[in-house]
């Protein structure tokens, strides 16, 4: 040993290996610690990562590389616990030793120790217990393997979780994935899309306002992914019998929201991208839904007879369903008990002073460096004056001469021109900020008149975006009705919108008064909402319009 004066040592596990009796990273460190008090060899540094053994490509054995380096020639020998802690692919490990050894350091093992490492017969070995190592990952992989073949078949997914799921265990302490904090917004992305009003553009800007970064190509294997209905493909995973079988997670869609969904989907790939239009006479047609059977109603025109002198023609809202309910009201009935109801959609004074605070916080920091700019030019402005002043006394007390001064005069006298100017480009900002709070607070506050005045288009997602489900209308008004969490959330103060019958399991605003739970916005007003716009109950309308303006 006394050729080894100076070591570093070198500790990996991988995740799949921290179970495992001995693999830990500290009996690793405790085995090299060990061996060079024994054997009186100088540790200098120790490595230790989290990282698959399959390559070189881990980022503490990078940082080791770079030790090597800047010490070259005070390093002898790099000591790794077992040869499986180097690597387990016996190609790269041999490459590695060699490059290594060009840098003037040996590699070896505590706990299978070689004396001469440069003999044929430890060359021999070192070969075979790398072989060892690599034959032990293809075990691994393929265990695992087996055990996630195992586990999809039983319908838990195990592998990494698609956006707006988490890992996690169930009762019995197996894995599996469970929704998490983005799972609302996934959600209402799925029901947006199956409105048929967005393209998947159109969810990819509206969905990152919300906070959701996703592209486009994301959207589209998100809408066919059957994980989101509460399903497993078993087919994706080459799986026999290559069916679709219900799993074991909680779904964040819909059964019949994802299916509508592949229709659209299916539809607009084969019609080459032709969208849906609404007659503008009937823009909740499939919104309402018919209380008897649960279908959609479509808008429809009728007639006293042609032949008559005066024909009249009528307007009506009804179910087309087989079912044949002949359920049908007049659309002039509807759309007056729905502007009723959107006189109701308005926040309360609470809310609107807080989204005063946040608009005015949010365009602050939105033309932060406008500010800083504005700022800058003022301090410029403030100090010519200032020099001029200076300027002034000196040629007054006849320390400078006339064309001096002259010339000093005329340099401030442009440049407070210049830099007026340059203020005047970058606006007023106590102007723009009060026309931008007045258009916002205007647009909360009238949802009822915005509708009323916006196309059929604009109408349709003014929908969208406050209401989560659809409306039943019966006997002449509207029954339960679900609103947008945010929505909901800014009338929690309006009475207006209380007195009717509970329904369990609904966040209407009829059947319910009850906080929202947590997910797309907060439970309650809190400080943090200032600094944080993505958590408050601003709603999308107030977006939509602001978009389309």
């Given amino acids: 040993m006394k050729k080894y004066k100076r070591a570093i040592g070198y500790a990996r596990v991988s995740t799949s290996e921290q179970r495992k009796l001995g693999n830990s990273l500290k009996n690793q460190v405790d085995n090299i610690n060990n061996f060079c008090d024994r054997e009186s060899i100088l540790l200098m ?6 990282a698959s053994a399959a390559n070189f490509e881990r980022p503490k054995f990078i940082e080791l590389l770079e030790y090597l380096k800047k010490y070259k020639g005070e390093i002898d020998v790099l000591l790794v616990d077992r040869h499986d802690r180097f690597s387990r692919d016996t190609e790269s490990a041999l ?20 004396e001469d490492v440069n003999s ?71 029901y947006d899309y199956s409105l048929g009003l967005y393209t998947q553009k159109d969810l990819v800007k509206k969905y990152k306002e919300k906070g959701l970064k996703i592209s486009k190509s994301q959207i589209s294997r998100m809408l066919d992914n059957v994980l989101y209905k509460g399903y497993i493909d078993l087919k994706e995973h080459n799986i026999p019998p290559y069916s679709v079988i219900e799993a074991q997670h909680e779904a964040i869609v819909p059964y019949d929201i994802f299916e509508k969904v592949q229709l659209i989907k299916n539809g607009k790939t084969n019609q080459k991208g032709s969208t849906r239009t609404v007659n503008e006479n009937f823009p909740l047609t499939s919104y309402i839904i018919c209380d008897k059977c649960g279908n959609p109603f479509y808008g429809s025109n009728s ?159 003014i929908l969208s975006s406050n209401f989560s489900g659809k409306l039943t209308f019966s006997d002449g008004k509207f029954r339960t009705v679900e609103l947008n969490e945010a929505i909901l959330l800014m009338n929690r103060y309006n009475k207006g919108l209380k007195g009717s019958k509970k329904k369990k399991g609904t966040n209407s605003l009829i059947s319910s008064q009850s906080v929202p739970k947590v997910g797309l916005e907060p439970t309650r007003p809190c400080e943090h909402r200032i600094l944080n716009p993505t958590c408050l109950p601003i709603p999308p309308l107030w977006l939509i319009v602001s978009a389309n303006l």
Wanted: contains cysteine; proline residues 2%; positive net charge.
């Fill in 120 to 190: 044929t017969d430890a060359k021999i070995i070192k070969t075979l217990r790398f072989t060892f190592a690599e034959v032990e990952r293809q075990k691994i992989r393929q265990r695992t393997s087996m055990g996630q073949r195992a586990s999809l078949s039983d319908g838990r997914y195990t592998k990494t979780p698609p956006l707006g799921f988490s890992l996690a265990k169930n009762s019995q302490g197996k894995t599996y994935i469970e929704p998490n904090e983005k799972a609302p917004l996934i959600k209402q992305l799925f």
């Fill in 303 to 461: 007639n006293n007879g042609k032949k008559r002198k005066n024909t009249k023609y009528y307007k009506y809202y009804e179910c087309k369903s087989d079912c044949k309910c002949e359920e049908r009201y007049q659309a002039e009935i509807i759309h007056h008990e729905f502007n009723k109801l959107l006189k109701k959609i308005k926040p309360s004074e609470e809310i609107i002073s807080l989204f005063k605070d946040v608009l005015i916080e949010e365009y602050k920091k939105s033309t932060s460096d406008r500010l800083l700019a504005i700022k800058d030019i003022e301090n410029r402005l403030k100090q010519v004056h200032s020099d001029k002043i200076s300027l002034t006394d000196k040629y007054i007390s006849g320390k400078i001469e006339d064309d001096i001064y002259n010339t000093f005069c005329e340099k401030f006298k442009l440049e407070e021109i210049k830099l007026k100017q340059r203020k005047l480009d970058l606006g007023d900002f106590q102007s723009d900020i009060d026309k931008l709070l007045s258009f916002g607070v205007t647009m909360i506050s009238n949802v009822d008149r915005l509708y009323n005045a916006a196309s059929t288009k604009i109408k349709r997602q």
């Fill in 45 to 50: 540094k120790i490595f230790q990562e989290n």
């Fill in 95 to 114: 490459t590695m030793t060699r490059k290594l050894n060009n840098l003037g350091v040996e590699v070896n093992f505590v706990s299978e120790w070689q």
